[in-house]
């Protein structure tokens, strides 16, 4: 049976009281939204706080007080409090609809510190061990283990050593009329010291007290198992089911844009648990729990079932526990008590260095068959930049996968453990590129390629997407086998900017594209399948570059089984390509070369903002090749056909076509593909 003791800490300090434009069109400008300083936050807030002596870059703010008039900032990867004030609670930026820049105390601050560690080392010394200063400290010194939420109050709980604390803070209106800056701290008997204060600063006036009480008039037990609802009831809307006559159609779950907490919904990642329940993240910081998803969708109830985390843009639901990615760590949620809210939130993860910058995201959540995670980060100046990267399937440990990102939106993991992920144009990325991805890769942005010697070139990707297609990649998605007709067990990326999704067409090395379905409400980045109805269910968000017309989107794609006119294989030979069509086609009209045209380029790899199409038989010529096709032959099953033309590994090819169906029924489209590896002739 452990044994405790208390402490309590205090410092004096007074009280205080449309429809979008075109992609290309968009500017800066066009994407300042003040709408997060109106929702209504938790008892804390997660994210890059501005601390006074340094940034705080995995900082937990958190409400003191009954009134919650003042505000101390927990450092995660130090395990300190940075920093406390009174006054307001946190200044948000406008700027990128308040999801770029760091959070700003609201207030008169009291008391700050440097960037060091809150405990000592084993040796006595508060010097920061850490090399690079980034990330956690090391396990043995002290290490985060998460966060319980009751009522108004918040109670932190780290390890020092094999030392288990628990560490509330609080704010408190003495007899004097001065407000004190409060810690209760829970801290179980180990078998070594612990040194937990600093005192280089006393400049805001520093009041020690209790420091060795047997109790505390905290009663800690209570405050760590389960709180009082916080959120009132749900939410309820009413879903539009699609009636339209295609293979696919888009059902949308109604979003509570409109809601008593001002809360945005800005989603950007859902999963189910084994029943139908949906989760879903949103960037500002909230998990909502979504139930009554049926056939009719009459009456969808949303709840707001966590707050406060730090941007996340991942979720995933592993044995009907909840994880969510922020770019912080990766959080498991408790509901303790059933109620439908969060009370613990625990650090699953948080290994991850990462530093101030505005646009270092960390994205999409999946796990392979094994259990293990994986998640994608945006670059940045620490290990972890531009990093794909796997967490162990219990959390105990994070290592780099493989390297060279530079925006990446989203990634996907199949049922074979096929890791995808896709990036964006840009500098050295010269057009937006699918990625299957091996351990140790390098996926072309230099800036994050993580190795001792420059690399000389790339491995390269599945897929070249032409912007045609697809300006800004979301992440993928697998079907599972036996659903969705044709399309089982097939690969489903998504285009953020594009607001849809593309069926991608593999042949070994080599990938093609061809959209399906429709356009979504926001920008599409994740796709989940629901365990019980077994549709797919697309969550995706508004942000810079896209033609999203809502903030967020939750819809469900339903495949009917409806006719659909498209290819749905392909077979890259050294004499030509291979056609197979999801219908058998008129014969005539197939093998009619005036049915059909092509052409390809390539892009140049340089530090230059995306690329240019270049000839692929003259590198100094900018434009396409047009290819010849010499003959079309309509193949025995009646729905391949082959094209008979010069082939050679190129970055992108266009096929388009013209055609009939054998009923009759005309349709015309363009096929897309990259060219890795010529296969054998056709005969």
Partial sequence: MKK???ITLFTLAPILAAAPKKIAEQKESDWVDARYAKVKLGPFVSGHVATPKGSTHKGIAIRVGEKGEGT???????????????????????????????????????????????????QGTFADPRNPKHGPLPKGHARYRGLYVNGNRVVVRYDVGETQIHDSPWLRKGADGEAR??????????SKAVQTLRLDDASAGIDLRNLAGPKSSLDFDKLTTAGPGRWGEPIVTKGIVDQRKTAFAIDTITVPYKNPHNALFFTAGHDFTSNGDCFVATAHGDVWKVTGIDA?????????????????????????????????????????????????????????????????????????????????????????????????????????????????NGLGVGPNGVITAADQQGTWVPETRLDVIKPGGFYGFMPMHKRKVAPKTYDPPLMWI?????????????????????????????????????????????????????????????????????????????????AAIRDGCLQRVRYTGAALQQPVRMKVHANGIRLTFSTALDKKIAEDIDSWSAEQWNYK?????????????????????????????????????????????????????????????????????????VGVVHE
């Fill in 4 to 6: 405790y003791f208390y």
């Fill in 605 to 677: 790899w340089t530090s230059a903002y995306g690329s240019k199409d270049w000839s692929v038989k003259d590198s100094t010529r900018q434009g396409r090749d047009k290819i010849t096709i010499q003959s079309a032959k309509l193949l025995p099953d009646g729905k391949s056909v082959f094209l008979q033309m010069p082939v050679q590994p190129v970055h992108s090819m266009a096929i388009q076509y013209n055609l009939d169906t054998a009923a009759g029924k005309i349709f015309k489209g363009t096929f897309h593909l990259t060219v890795n590896k």
């Fill in 296 to 408: 009719e969708l009459k009456a969808v109830k949303w709840h707001r079932f966590a707050t406060g985390l730090y941007q996340p843009l991942g979720l995933r639901v592993v044995k009907d526990q909840v994880y969510v990615l922020g770019r912080d760590q990766i959080t498991r949620l408790h509901d303790n008590n059933n109620d439908g809210e969060a009370d613990f939130y625990e650090a699953f993860n948080n290994d991850i260095m990462i530093g101030g910058g505005g646009h270092s995201y960390a994205t999409c959540l999946e796990t392979d068959p094994q259990g293990n995670f994986y998640f994608i980060r945006c670059a940045e100046g620490t290990p972890h930049g531009g990093v794909v990267l796997k967490v162990s399937a219990d959390g105990s440990k994070l290592e780099v996968v493989a390297t060279g990102f530079r925006n990446p």
């Fill in 466 to 546: 032409p912007r045609v297609l697809d300006n800004s990649a979301g992440g993928q998605v697998w079907v599972p086998e036996g659903k969705w007709g044709l399309f089982g067990g097939e690969l489903i990326h998504f285009s953020y900017g594009r607001c849809t999704m593309m069926h991608i067409l593999c042949d070994g090395p080599n990938g093609g594209a061809m959209p399906i379905g429709g356009r979504f409400l926001s920008g599409a980045c994740r796709g989940r399948f629901n365990p019980v109805d077994g549709h797919l269910y697309v969550s995706g968000l508004l942000g810079w570059q896209t």
């Fill in 181 to 190: 800056f409060h810690r209760d701290l829970k801290i179980a008997r180990g």
């Fill in 72 to 122: 101390m900032v927990f450092d995660t990867d130090l395990c300190t409090w940075r920093t406390g004030w009174t006054g307001g609670f946190l200044k948000t930026d406008p700027a990128r609809y308040g999801l770029i820049r760091a959070l700003k105390p609201d207030g008169k601050i009291i008391f700050a510190n440097p960037p060091t560690p809150g405990v000592a080392s084993d």
